[in-house]
């Protein structure tokens, strides 16, 4: 338990950090077009502030981050790349009850899924910044904030996991979709200028 605690208060300190100079999807697609439109000298574009996992202080923590924006939006006390994989969609499987993990992201709704031989009810999960759907659990979102909060002894309704898409999320934020956009414009602007 004391573990949990260090943990949270490491991702304080994070968001935190992040709140002090934030790198918002808005600020990106603005400087992607003013690189585009050669409105901003390429000497002036201030570096991308980016997070990944050696930002915290403890090597415990993986900070994961939305694929298309950047954002942060899972961590968990285990490298998700070593988890099973469901397979009827290729997911990473979490365990809520044996693995910690803080989520960063806003509830998006109930869907309804066909499978093979039933209809499978999904309590969905995306990104806080640009919406993108990232991860689905199958109890509802009361049962998995008291499984999260460490609370393992309550009745579930269905398994204990949070089910994450395979591309939704990447280890870091320089492999997200906007990141890489910019820094193929900032690689083609030096090319443009060296001719």
């Known amino acids: 338990m004391q573990d949990e605690e260090k943990i949270l208060e490491q991702l304080k300190e994070l968001d935190k950090a992040q709140d002090k100079n934030p790198v918002t999807l808005a600020s990106l697609k603005t400087l992607k077009s003013a690189i585009y439109n050669r409105d901003v000298d390429l000497q002036t574009v201030v570096k991308l502030r980016t997070l990944n996992e050696t930002t915290l202080k403890s090597e415990n923590i993986k900070i994961y981050f939305c694929s298309l924006c950047g954002k942060k939006a899972i961590g968990a006390n285990i490298g998700l790349d070593t988890l099973p994989t469901r397979r009827s969609d290729n997911s990473i499987a979490i365990n809520l009850k044996q693995i910690f993990i803080r989520l960063f992201l806003k509830q998006e709704g109930i869907k309804y899924i066909k499978r093979s031989n039933s209809v499978e009810k999904q309590y969905r999960w995306c990104c806080e910044e640009c919406g993108v759907h990232v991860a689905y659990q199958c109890v ?7 499984l999260i909060q460490g609370n393992s002894d309550i009745q579930l309704s269905n398994k204990p996991y949070l089910y994450v898409l395979n591309d939704a999320i ?23 200028q060296l001719k």
């Open 140 to 146: 509802s979102y009361e049962e998995g904030a008291q």
């Open 170 to 192: 990447v280890l870091n934020q320089q492999f997200s979709k906007v990141h890489s956009e910019i820094a193929k414009l900032k690689d083609q602007m030096e090319y443009e």
